[in-house]
T-cell receptor, first 111, second 114 residues
Framework: GEDVEQSLFLSVREGDSSVINCTYTDSSSTYLYWYKQEPGAGLQLLTYIFSNMDMKQDQRLTVLLNKKDKHLSLRIADTQTGDSAIYFC???????????FGKGTTLSVSS | DVKVTQSSRYLVKRTGEKVFLECVQDMDHENMFWYRQDPGLGLRLIYFSYDVKMKEKGDIPEGYSVSREKKERFSLILESASTNQTSMYLCASQDLKAANTEAFFGQGTRLTVV
């Protein structure tokens, strides 16, 4: 079945770049997402990328997609303490179907 | 702004009780979902609904049922709560017409079964 894998923890210092990685198994994945969950809150969409794109940049966020390796990454430039959260990678292959989520990467930012 | 509202942030129920978790969205979205979130396991899909009175099982439907009598409301029902259903429950809605099929989430209900 479909699977989305990501490492569970990442620790960085304030001002450094963070890179959170994700791999997926469904080669027909069309939509790939990064969600952020702050403590005690629901999930909030950070950014998304379609499978026909290789890269998407949005302010401090850069998403890279390697379709051949089924690898997705989220780079956060100049990481701040407010970026501390759980980051979920998610995918779906068809509009209107449920998203498949990874287990989430807990990003810890120290000052 | 899309709003997905879950009726309770925290709930404590006893083993064997029937529990209702309510979710309401105000953007006329067709799809609605219930996930549970557990540490180290991420989000797992319990049930989803793509229209009124329609429902589909997700990955872990056992011990749960759902109801969607109106488009804006999707209820998750624990027929007889058990301690292994202690978890964070997240509701989401999705607009089929949107190009990016983004799912919008509620704030979550943390359920403790004692």
């Amino acid at each position: 079945g479909e699977d989305v894998e990501q490492s569970l923890f990442l620790s960085v210092r304030e001002g450094d770049s963070s890179v959170i990685n994700c791999t997926y198994t469904d080669s027909s994945s069309t939509y790939l997402y990064w969600y952020k969950q702050e403590p005690g809150a629901g999930l909030q969409l950070l950014t998304y990328i379609f499978s026909n794109m290789d890269m998407k940049q949005d302010q401090r966020l850069t998403v890279l997609l390697n379709k051949k390796d089924k690898h997705l990454s989220l780079r956060i430039a100049d990481t701040q303490t407010g970026d501390s959260a759980i980051y979920f990678c998610a995918e779906t292959h068809q509009a209107g179907t449920a998203l498949i989520f990874g287990k989430g990467t807990t990003l810890s930012v120290s000052s | 702004d899309v709003k997905v509202t879950q009726s309770s942030r925290y709930l404590v129920k006893r083993t064997g009780e029937k529990v209702f978790l309510e979710c309401v969205q105000d953007m006329d979205h067709e799809n609605m979902f219930w996930y549970r979130q557990d540490p180290g396991l991420g989000l797992r899909l319990i049930y989803f609904s793509y229209d009124v009175k329609m429902k589909e099982k997700g990955d872990i439907p056992e011990g749960y049922s759902v109801s969607r009598e109106k488009k804006e409301r999707f209820s998750l029902i624990l027929e007889s709560a058990s301690t292994n259903q202690t978890s964070m429950y997240l509701c989401a809605s999705q607009d089929l017409k949107a190009a990016n099929t983004e799912a919008f989430f509620g704030q979550g209900t943390r359920l403790t079964v004692v």
